[in-house]
């Protein structure tokens, strides 16, 4: 995978801590659903809390990770189940055959320097027309100590993911904002007062009581800001010809 950085055991605590936002992972669960048809990849799956939340929906799944204590727990974790397959994952992936159905990748791309070469190595995967998901932090403001402590190269606003997909050669679908309620508590809690997200009473009781709020909100409107921007972008169905200069 291009150069992708921070504190990799930081990153693996922060899954683990997590692991409570139940509501909210089923929420951005079910927005990549539509798209995954019946072979699709997720590029850092870490724990693999989304690969077993969009396995039983599709006919094969291959959860990847690029760091190697990461993977050997991910290999572990899905060892027994016929329809995950597991792999290490550097892109750009010189044996990619753009046979998957959609390639997903949820707070990843946001480590990554090269985010246009990890978008372009993302397409490699697919299939000509097939999608490309993606959830990244939303808002440059919003960037904190946890973020840079977490390997976070930047935050995003829909216009720098539309044009990082579309420098991408990608053809975008769909770019929008989530959890207007979560950027708001983002910026008391994590950049305000230094907060690191973990388990507990107040993640329990977020995930609980505002989570289902932000999302009936989403389904029937549009926010202008959000803790993050979901993106979706497929692979083009005919290569792009350059138009001819009129002279």
Do not use: C
């Amino acid at each position: 995978m291009p150069t992708v950085t921070g504190d990799s055991r930081l990153q693996s605590d922060v899954l683990e801590e997590l692991s409570d936002a139940r509501a909210y992972r089923h929420w951005l669960a079910d927005l990549a659903r539509p798209y995954l048809g019946d072979d699709p990849v997720e590029v850092g799956s870490g724990t693999g809390d989304y690969a077993a939340e969009w396995a039983p929906s599709v006919t094969k799944f291959t959860a990847t990770e690029a760091d190697e204590s990461r993977y050997k727990a991910l290999a572990a974790r899905f060892a027994t189940d016929e329809t995950v397959d597991t792999r290490e994952l550097h892109l750009p992936d010189p044996d990619a055959d753009g046979h998957h159905t959609a390639a997903i990748a949820y707070n990843v791309l946001e480590h990554i320097p090269d985010h246009v070469g990890a978008l372009r190595g993302m397409g490699a995967l697919v299939r000509p027309g097939a999608a490309v998901i993606i959830i990244v932090p939303a808002f440059p403001s919003a960037m904190s100590r946890f973020d840079r402590a977490i390997g976070h190269e930047r935050r995003y606003t829909r216009k720098s993911l539309h044009d990082a997909m579309t420098a991408a050669g990608l053809d975008v679908e769909e770019v929008r904002y989530l959890n207007p309620i979560g950027l708001l508590n983002w910026y008391v809690s994590v950049k305000g007062l230094g907060m690191t997200p973990r388990n507990g009473a107040l993640l329990r009781l977020y995930d609980r009581t505002f989570v289902p709020i932000a999302r009936f909100l989403d389904r029937h409107a549009r926010s202008p800001f959000g803790q993050s921007v979901f993106g979706v972008a497929r692979v083009p169905a005919v290569a792009h010809v350059p138009r001819p200069r009129v002279s």
